[in-house]
């Protein structure tokens, strides 16, 4: 390869200008890296609740218990990310490179500063924080051994998630990819060690899963800081001259702090809807446990293909290209339509077969099934909900997005479910239903403010 291929082919990967070109072929070529990361990282979940499944039911509701406290506190992470992505990706559609890696290293000094804060937190964290759940106490032991291993290493975790999804603003998503690869790779092949102590490892059960988490994300950070720091990418930083910028936190908080609510009421209404749950039993949770981690892996490309369109829409507000934005929000909304109606139909003939993967026992694998064919329905129009979010967000409009989504959990998913399960012959069925409820309606929400047009005005 000559050096004048090599210099085409580094610009063609970190320098693409994404604002000119086939809205078709920038979408896909931005978005694929993206949905093969987001994939792998699914992957290596599931993966680990299948090994976590060999240890029983009560691991598997201690694991989902966990879960949703750790959303809310990722619920933090995802504010940074979403107020660093849309103003990355604004400066880079305005050429502003040096603006963008400023944003960039005050995002991440931010950010281990509140890992640190989240280490301390789980250090001191008490069993009764998870006994809100009413769930039984061999439940709780094992979600308790999965948070402290957990929060131990959530420094490296932010490291991790701000340097990738900062790289993917700026227009770079092959980066990321490779190094998700490679540390996924990592994840998956010591869990089985870890959880079930082959060779010469200890049997840590959940706590092992928990380890292998913490091993390859922090692995991760290293990396992409290094890679960050010598300039592998588009972007790059130098602590010469480093200082707070309370004023460059303060416009990244800005556009967070909606996400951050968000954020907050969905873990908030998770934490509820599994206390409706609870009282059914802890077959009922690992169930409802083993649904959501199962729709995590289905809704991989709404996230990744929303991520790249939001991306695309924040950086061609910054060119003022205002409807090749829209237009790019659309044709992502199409793709992913399509995927999750094939989906849809795989589901609801082989339900069985795919909670089968993560448990032998029948009654587990009847009503995980039975949960994840109600909930084709929302899956019929959730493209409308992961894209357009994320394409409002991109845009640096973060605060119609919260208006819904707390309108629609607090006034229509949360009563409805804790009427449908307790006041009708529907029982824990009425909770599913109730999550379908809420979820056609904010697709039909985000559909109708994207296309009022008011986001494509927001000032950053």
């Not at 988490?213 to 010598?230: A, D, R, T």
């Not at 991306?311 to 995927?339: C, H, P």
């Not at 006034?411 to 109730?434: E, N």
Request: hydrophobic letters at 55%.
């Amino acid at each position: 390869m000559t050096g004048a291929e090599k210099s085409h082919r580094k610009e063609s990967v970190y320098n693409r200008d994404w604002t000119k070109g086939s809205v078709i072929r920038n979408l896909i070529m931005l978005s694929w890296p993206m949905v093969i990361m987001e994939s792998l990282w699914v992957i290596s979940q599931i993966v680990d609740l299948i090994w976590v499944g060999k240890l029983g039911p009560n691991s598997i509701a201690g694991v989902g218990i966990a879960n949703i406290i750790l959303m809310l506190v990722w619920s933090v992470d995802m504010a940074l990310i979403a107020g660093v992505r849309a103003m990355i990706a604004r400066h880079i559609g305005a050429g502003d490179i040096q603006s963008a890696n400023n944003i960039t290293i005050q995002a991440i000094a931010l950010g281990i500063l509140w890992g640190l804060l989240v280490t301390l937190i789980g250090i001191a964290m008490d069993a009764s924080i998870l006994g809100f759940f009413g769930v039984d106490e061999e439940v709780v032991t094992e979600g308790l051994a999965y948070l402290r291993v957990t929060f131990a290493g959530w420094v490296g975790m932010e490291i991790m998630i701000i340097c990738i999804y900062s790289i993917q603003a700026s227009g770079d998503t092959l980066t990321p990819m490779i190094v998700e690869v490679l540390i996924r790779i990592i994840h998956i092949v010591i869990c089985p060690f870890l959880v079930l102590g082959w060779w010469v490892f200890p049997e840590m059960g959940v706590s092992g899963a928990a380890l292998s988490n913490v091993i390859s994300q922090s692995l991760g950070g290293v990396i992409l800081l290094w890679i960050l720091i010598k300039g592998r990418t588009r972007l790059r930083l130098t602590l010469k001259g480093f200082r707070f910028q309370p004023r460059v936190i303060w416009r990244i908080l800005k556009i967070g702090i909606p996400v951050l609510v968000m954020g907050l009421q969905s873990a908030f209404s998770g934490m509820l809807l599994m206390r409706l749950v609870s009282p059914f039993g802890a077959l009922a949770v690992a169930a409802h446990s083993l649904a959501s981690r199962t729709e995590m892996f289905l809704f991989v490309p709404g996230m990744a293909l929303g991520t790249g369109a939001g991306v695309l829409v924040g950086q061609n507000l910054g060119a003022s290209q205002v409807d090749q934005a829209k237009r790019t929000a659309w044709i992502a909304v199409s793709f992913v339509e399509t995927f999750m109606i094939i989906c849809s139909i795989v589901i609801l003939v082989l339900s069985r077969n795919i909670v089968g993967l993560f448990t032998v026992d029948p009654e587990l694998i009847k009503l995980g099934s039975m949960f994840l064919r109600i909930a084709t329905v929302s899956y019929l129009v959730i493209a409308l909900s992961s894209v357009l979010q994320n394409c409002i967000a991109g845009a640096g409009d973060t605060v119609p997005n919260m208006i819904v989504s707390l309108a629609v959990v607090w006034c229509i998913q949360l009563p409805l479910a804790f009427y449908l399960s307790k006041s009708t012959t529907l029982g824990i069925f009425g909770i599913r239903w109730a999550m379908v409820t809420s979820t056609v309606t904010a697709a039909i929400a985000y559909a109708l403010y994207f296309i009022s047009d008011r986001w494509k005005n927001k000032k950053i």
